[in-house]
């Protein structure tokens, strides 16, 4: 089976600094963010987006719809492999049962989570980081800390398990790109609201290392600018919307300040920024060197909002849908 081309972009510089040292001797992951790496916890959600259908999931073992975002595998997925776990199971899919078993992480990622919580009363929900981290918390406090004999030994536990962190792109796309909707881009300027987004996603990961978390894998955002959704709403004259692509590289610039002042003041933590600068305009600039026979398979596809609504199915699974970087 063919793998995501931009997925494997994205980890193969982690696994050469990270991977395999300190990662080779984590025992659990846990992941946190939005539908690049939610493998089924809104499926469990009374509304919000989706992915329990096809084509989402055609190249997925057994070609089940099992709630990821994509036509395989996520990010997270490849951390597991290269982890030597088992694909780590979305908290909301599990029973009290399996909650209490469980000992190698939960992924409490979901589709358009964001780090600030603005969307109350819209149509759209999903868990922002905020809630994830209480669920983390409610998971350690209820079902891990079982497993333990001593208060030493959890902490052990969790300083070598790996804390894998992928949001804010939806606090862009669903906020920021869309004045008509919501408020972010009439109350903040394009640096204001990333150093609001960077302090709180901050704030974010303080708390879970108060909880015991102490190796971290936070991701910039990518290249927004460069997607077909951001495309259509900004209409740009060259291949990507370089003003987005701009808000966003100041977002990543903060972030890489306040993961370097995490490092320098919480004793025992390591934190390891996922880059993705560059990323998407090397793609679209070459992307037959990465495997990938176009760029769109636009009539799989329509857009709602942010969002990729599915249609025409027979056409994705005809074609390949991992052959094309924006077919979902």
Request: glycine share 6%; net charge positive; proline share 4%.
């Amino acid at each position: 089976m063919e793998r995501s081309s931009m997925h494997l972009v994205f980890l193969s510089t982690l696994q050469c600094l990270f991977l395999s040292t300190i990662a080779s001797q984590a025992p659990a992951l846990y992941i946190f963010g939005d539908s690049v790496v939610d493998s089924g916890n809104n499926n469990h959600l009374r509304e919000g987006i989706k992915a329990n259908h096809p084509p989402y999931g055609i190249d997925f073992p057994h070609r089940v719809a099992s709630g990821r975002f994509t036509n395989g595998y996520t990010i997270a997925d490849f951390f597991d492999k290269w982890l030597g776990l088992p694909l780590t199971p979305p908290y909301y899919s599990t029973n009290e049962s399996v909650r209490h078993q469980t000992i190698k992480g939960f992924n409490y990622a979901s589709g358009s989570a964001e780090i600030l919580p603005e969307r109350e009363g819209t149509f759209a929900r999903s868990l922002d980081l905020k809630k994830q981290v209480k669920l983390f918390e409610e998971s350690i406090q209820r079902y891990v800390r079982l497993h333990f004999e001593s208060k030493d030994e959890l902490h052990k536990y969790l300083s070598k398990s790996i804390f894998l962190v992928i949001v804010g792109s939806d606090d862009y796309l669903d906020n920021y790109l869309q004045p008509k909707h919501y408020n972010s881009s009439k109350l903040r300027r394009t640096d204001k609201l990333a150093e609001v987004l960077t302090r709180e996603l901050a704030l974010r990961l303080k708390e879970l290392y108060n909880i015991g978390a102490r190796k971290f894998i936070v991701s910039e955002i990518s290249e927004l600018g460069c997607l077909p959704y951001v495309i259509n709403v900004v209409k740009p004259k060259t291949r990507c919307a370089t003003n987005v692509n701009n808000a966003v590289a100041i977002f990543n610039r903060k972030l890489g300040v306040q993961l370097h002042s995490l490092s320098s003041t919480l004793k025992g933590s390591t934190f390891v920024t996922a880059k993705f600068t560059g990323l998407w305009e090397e793609i679209l600039k070459h992307p037959k060197n990465y495997g990938i026979a176009s760029i769109f398979l636009h009539p799989c596809f329509f857009w709602y909002h942010a969002y990729i609504v599915l249609m025409n199915t027979n056409r994705c699974f005809v074609f390949g849908c991992t052959r094309y970087v924006f077919a979902p």
